[in-house]
């Protein structure tokens, strides 16, 4: 199981708790867990990556063993130790403003 930290709003829209679990069927990418769940939070798809594009929405950013991970590509194998649950996949809500 990979586990997958939301931000408070997130978790509120989803009725999680901050940690939520899910199943990667194939090799575990960004794409993978996105796809897991969105899968199993169906309420969530469109909130952290854009509905028709796929892409990952401007003030959402993906962090996994202390490495900022938003601008790798969506297909590129994540972390061992998020692929075996040791490490959680992280999903921030970024600030912006000045």
């Given at each position: 199981?990979?586990?997958?930290?939301?931000?408070?709003?997130?978790?509120?829209?989803?009725?999680?708790?901050?940690?939520?679990?899910?199943?990667?069927?194939?090799?575990?990418?960004?794409?993978?867990?996105?796809?897991?769940?969105?899968?199993?939070?169906?309420?969530?798809?469109?909130?952290?990556r854009?509905?028709?594009?796929?892409?990952?929405?401007?003030?959402?950013?993906?962090?996994?063993?202390?490495?900022?991970?938003?601008?790798?590509?969506?297909?590129?194998?994540?972390?061992?130790?998020?692929?075996?649950?040791?490490?959680?996949?992280?999903?921030?809500?970024?600030?912006?403003g000045?």
């Amino acid at each position: 199981m990979i586990r997958v930290v939301l931000p408070v709003h997130l978790r509120t829209l989803a009725g999680a708790g901050k940690e939520v679990r899910v199943s990667v069927d194939g090799p575990v990418t960004q794409r993978g867990v996105l796809d897991a769940v969105e899968r199993d939070f169906p309420m969530l798809r469109g909130t952290i990556r854009d509905r028709e594009t796929g892409r990952r929405r401007p003030l959402v950013r993906f962090f996994a063993c202390e490495e900022d991970l938003s601008n790798e590509p969506p297909d590129a194998p994540l972390p061992s130790r998020v692929a075996s649950g040791e490490e959680p996949y992280l999903v921030v809500g970024a600030m912006a403003g000045g």
